[in-house]
């Protein structure tokens, strides 16, 4: 069994940054898990962060006041946008999440990515940032994992 904890999370986007597109302008994560993961990368890059539903609407998280935010938009008003869940297996979720977007005719050149997969390539996601084969479990979701039934 495979075990993560929120720390290898945090570890595996930071020690991956180099491979996150510099341009992004906004971090959009994948409900549920996906949240965690990128609001951990949003806060590591400087950007603001958005869920799935809320980037659909066109809006984004407010932000403190601590550091202003980098903004890196596009003259045209195009985003930068990576789209982030925790992990991706046989990829129906991010392949619904794709076909939302598509179907929503957002503004923005989406970049796809998951902190964690099986391979190091996935068609569903252009980004996987390490290997993690089955079985395995993740601290922010075990509770929820069939190995405890």
């Given at each position: 069994?495979q075990?993560r904890?929120?720390?290898d999370?945090n570890?595996a986007?930071?020690?991956?940054?180099?491979r996150?597109p510099?341009d992004?302008?906004?971090v959009?994560?994948v409900?549920?898990?996906?949240l965690?993961?990128?609001?951990l990368?949003s806060?590591a890059?400087n950007v603001?962060?958005?869920?799935l539903?809320?980037f659909?609407d066109?809006?984004e998280?407010?932000a403190?006041?601590?550091k202003?935010i980098?903004?890196?938009?596009?003259?045209?008003?195009?985003r930068r946008v990576?789209v982030?869940?925790?992990?991706?297996?046989?990829g129906n979720a991010?392949r619904?999440v794709?076909?939302?977007?598509?179907?929503?005719?957002?503004?923005?050149?989406?970049?796809?990515?998951?902190?964690?997969g099986?391979?190091?390539?996935?068609?569903?996601?252009?980004?996987?940032?390490?290997?993690?084969?089955q079985p395995?479990?993740?601290?922010w979701n075990f509770?929820?994992?069939?190995?405890?039934?």
């Amino acid at each position: 069994m495979q075990y993560r904890s929120v720390s290898d999370l945090n570890e595996a986007i930071v020690s991956n940054l180099g491979r996150i597109p510099r341009d992004i302008d906004l971090v959009v994560g994948v409900p549920r898990s996906g949240l965690l993961a990128a609001n951990l990368l949003s806060l590591a890059i400087n950007v603001p962060l958005s869920d799935l539903d809320s980037f659909l609407d066109g809006r984004e998280f407010t932000a403190g006041s601590t550091k202003p935010i980098r903004r890196s938009r596009d003259p045209s008003g195009r985003r930068r946008v990576l789209v982030l869940d925790d992990s991706i297996n046989n990829g129906n979720a991010m392949r619904e999440v794709r076909a939302r977007i598509a179907e929503a005719n957002v503004n923005a050149d989406v970049t796809y990515a998951a902190v964690y997969g099986l391979r190091n390539r996935h068609p569903e996601v252009d980004i996987v940032l390490e290997i993690v084969p089955q079985p395995r479990i993740f601290q922010w979701n075990f509770m929820h994992h069939l190995v405890l039934e």
